[in-house]
Structures are given as C-alpha cells and as structure tokens.
C-alpha cells in the first residue's frame, strides 16, 4: 500500500478528534479522559493520535489534544496530537497527569470531564477528590462509546492497512499449502512458527492473536487449547488453522480447513454444511441488510443437517480482533451492515468424534455489495 505523508496522517487523526470533539460538544462534555495501560489497553487512543503503545490522552471539546505517553521516544515517532507531555512528569500516574492538565488548561472551560467507562469505582471516587469543583463523569453511552461507534465504519487509511494484512496473510496461507505438500509442515508447532515469522518477514507488526493450530485430534474445539502443540499437523481428518497479522495496527482473521484422506460420509456432511453457510450467508453481507438476517441464515443452513453453530457467524476487526458489530442473532433487527464496514464470515461446526471445520474470511462492505478480501478456503489433501 502507498504510505501516506506525514501531513496525511496528521489531518486523519485531528479529522477523527475533531468528530469526537464535536459529540463531546452537543453532549455536554468539556473534556474526555481515554487511558491505555496495561491493567486495561484502549485502542482508541491509537485511533485518535497513532500512537500505539500506554499513554493518557485528553481531548477538550474544542479539538486540543494532549498526549501524556510512557515512552516518550516512541510517540514522538508515531504519534500526532497538540502537545505531549511525558508521563514521567507526572510520577508515571494516570491521576497526577489528569489532575494537572484539567486543572491548569484553558481550554477546560465547562468542567465536565468523562472518565473511561472501565473505570473502577475507588479509582473514580480518587478522581472526584482531586478534581474538585469539576463534574466527573463515569458512564455508557457516552464519548468512549461514541469513538467506538466511529471505528465501526473505517476510512480510506483503515481499509487500505486491513487489505495489507489479509494480502500477506493470503500469501501466508499459499505458503503453508505449498509447504504442506513439499512435507515441510508436519505439525501445529510447525505451521504456527511459520506464520510467526513470516508477518514479520512481509512488514506485519505481528500476529492478530495467539495462533490456533489444531490437528483431528484436537479440531473438535472452537478455540483449541493449547494454541498449539507438537502434534501432528495436518493429519488423516480434519485440521484448523485460526490466525491473523497486524498491519500498521490493523489485523485480519483467517481460518482454514485441511481435509486430509478419506472422510466419513458425517464428515463430509459437516465439511458440506460449513461450505454452503459461506456461500449463502455471504450473499447477505450487503449494506443496508440486516446483520441479523445473515446470522439467522447461517443457523437455517446447519438446522436442515439436524447441527449448530455454537459461536455468533462473525464480528467486526479493526484495531482490535473483536470489535462491534458482532454477527449474530442477538442483535438488533435495527442493525444494519453498512459501507466500510469489514466484517469476519465463519461458519463452523464441530464434533467430539468427527473434528471440526471452520472456514473464515474478512469482507468489506461496499457501497452495492461487498468485497471479500483474504482468500482462506478448505483445501483437501489425499
């Protein structure tokens, strides 16, 4: 992908304070409190100045921004804001460099301040003590939720990185498909190893989440546990593999299936089954369409083989490897796929005595349909 300038990233960042500034505006709030550590990690932060890594952040309703960062070095490097200020000026705590920013800013004028909703109460009544004269906020449905809300839909910046990871880890997946038949791969350890150097090998900050390798003896798990052993991978049966890479912060999700040897004819039945919830649930992914038609049709599919999906059909991706909207039959009928959306679609099953099938690719959804953007399928191996 072509790398933006400087100056293109600075304008993207202050675009989405400027958004999140204009809500805290019409709802009242004269400032907000977003905090990444490592009790609790807060991509928005990320989203908001680029900086990737523990940091305080403070947006006032008119757009200012003050980054208060752990490592200074490292958001001087990455991040865009008005003013950065290092934590160390603030003995490393979140509740010194809170109480002397709003204490000290003009731009505060209100005195309305929205602490992160994950704030724990003795931490909030600690808040409320130095913060005196302020109205401290603590709640759902509010700024924090709002910058969640705008993470939904991505930018043309957002798309571009998460198209960048599913192209390497499409690339990732030919490789262990070619390194499958050439007996390079022969188990879990083998293949995870492979994808662990091989984000890294191709520009990827790293791995979306611990890869999930897991040969027949162990495919019957959603998410198997270990993530990976030294078993053997793959093998007579049904193999999954569940991995994702991180571009620029954003990651994809891909899930293959490896059909080794002759399957049963209730293997087959199963492998069939997760094959055509893809194929009809993906005609599905549409703006406009209701995400929870696209969930109910998948439970239709396995419901006619007498089976069920015990996971939601998929979720959103982005910063972080789950992220809203979830794909599933408990959300609103109101919820509606929308353009820049990008969306998994998974259909899996799964079995004590037969293994499991997932098949699982990241779609984007466009303004008249969608895009499906990594290329994981079911591959069969004699």
């Given at each position: 992908?072509?790398?933006?300038?400087?100056?293109?990233?600075?304008?993207?960042?202050?675009?989405?304070?400027?958004?999140?500034?204009?809500?805290?505006?019409?709802?009242?709030?004269?400032?907000?409190?977003?905090?990444?550590?490592?009790?609790?990690?807060?991509?928005?932060?990320?989203?908001?100045?680029?900086?990737?890594?523990?940091?305080?952040?403070?947006?006032?309703?008119?757009?200012?921004?003050?980054?208060?960062?752990?490592?200074?070095?490292?958001?001087?490097?990455?991040?865009?804001?008005d003013k950065m200020i290092p934590y160390t000026k603030y003995n490393n705590t979140a509740?010194?460099?809170?109480?002397?920013?709003?204490?000290?800013?003009?731009?505060?004028?209100?005195?309305?301040?929205?602490?992160?909703?994950?704030?724990?109460?003795?931490?909030?009544?600690?808040?409320?003590?130095?913060?005196?004269?302020?109205?401290?906020?603590?709640?759902?449905?509010?700024?924090?939720?709002?910058?969640?809300?705008?993470?939904?839909?991505?930018?043309?910046?957002?798309?571009?990185?998460?198209?960048?990871?599913?192209?390497?880890?499409?690339?990732?997946?030919?490789k262990i498909e070619q390194e499958i038949k050439a007996g390079k791969i022969k188990t879990?350890?083998?293949?995870?190893?492979?994808?662990?150097?091989?984000?890294?090998?191709?520009?990827?900050?790293?791995?979306?989440?611990?890869?999930?390798?897991?040969?027949?003896?162990?495919?019957?798990?959603?998410?198997?546990?270990?993530?990976?052993?030294?078993?053997?991978?793959?093998?007579?049966?049904?193999?999954?593999?569940?991995?994702?890479?991180?571009?620029?912060?954003y990651t994809s999700d891909t899930t293959v299936t490896v059909v080794k040897g002759k399957?049963?004819?209730?293997?087959?039945?199963?492998?069939?089954?997760?094959?055509?919830?893809?194929?009809?649930?993906?005609?599905?992914?549409?703006?406009?369409?209701?995400?929870?038609?696209?969930?109910?049709?998948?439970?239709?599919?396995?419901?006619?083989?007498?089976?069920?999906?015990?996971?939601?059909?998929?979720?959103?991706?982005?910063?972080?490897?789950?992220?809203?909207?979830?794909?599933?039959?408990?959300?609103?009928?109101?919820?509606?796929?929308?353009?820049?959306?990008?969306?998994?679609?998974?259909?899996?099953?799964?079995?004590?005595?037969?293994?499991?099938?997932?098949?699982?690719?990241?779609?984007?959804?466009?303004?008249?349909?969608?895009?499906?953007?990594?290329?994981?399928?079911?591959?069969?191996?004699?």
């Amino acid at each position: 992908m072509k790398i933006p300038s400087a100056d293109e990233m600075k304008k993207i960042y202050a675009d989405r304070r400027a958004k999140t500034a204009e809500f805290m505006k019409n709802s009242g709030e004269g400032a907000a409190v977003f905090i990444d550590k490592e009790e609790h990690r807060e991509p928005a932060i990320r989203y908001l100045t680029g900086h990737p890594s523990d940091a305080v952040l403070i947006i006032f309703d008119d757009a200012y921004s003050v980054l208060v960062p752990w490592d200074e070095n490292l958001a001087k490097q990455q991040a865009f804001c008005d003013k950065m200020i290092p934590y160390t000026k603030y003995n490393n705590t979140a509740l010194e460099a809170v109480k002397t920013n709003l204490n000290a800013s003009s731009h505060f004028q209100n005195k309305k301040v929205e602490l992160p909703p994950s704030t724990p109460y003795p931490e909030f009544l600690k808040y409320v003590d130095v913060l005196a004269g302020c109205d401290v906020r603590c709640h759902e449905d509010g700024v924090h939720d709002y910058v969640a809300g705008l993470r939904m839909i991505k930018d043309e910046y957002e798309i571009a990185c998460t198209k960048e990871a599913a192209r390497v880890g499409d690339m990732i997946i030919d490789k262990i498909e070619q390194e499958i038949k050439a007996g390079k791969i022969k188990t879990e350890t083998d293949v995870a190893l492979l994808i662990e150097r091989e984000c890294r090998a191709n520009g990827c900050e790293r791995t979306g989440f611990d890869t999930l390798a897991a040969g027949p003896s162990r495919s019957w798990a959603i998410h198997c546990f270990p993530n990976y052993t030294d078993a053997k991978w793959p093998d007579d049966g049904l193999s999954i593999l569940d991995f994702g890479v991180v571009y620029n912060g954003y990651t994809s999700d891909t899930t293959v299936t490896v059909v080794k040897g002759k399957l049963t004819s209730a293997q087959e039945k199963l492998v069939s089954l997760v094959q055509k919830a893809s194929d009809e649930c993906l005609k599905l992914y549409r703006p406009g369409n209701p995400i929870h038609d696209a969930a109910v049709k998948a439970d239709t599919v396995f419901s006619s083989g007498k089976m069920k999906m015990p996971h939601t059909l998929g979720h959103a991706i982005g910063l972080e490897i789950h992220e809203q909207p979830h794909i599933s039959t408990k959300v609103p009928q109101s919820l509606l796929f929308q353009p820049g959306m990008i969306v998994t679609l998974e259909p899996g099953l799964y079995d004590a005595e037969l293994g499991g099938c997932r098949l699982e690719n990241d779609v984007l959804i466009t303004k008249t349909g969608n895009e499906v953007i990594t290329h994981s399928r079911i591959f069969r191996l004699p």
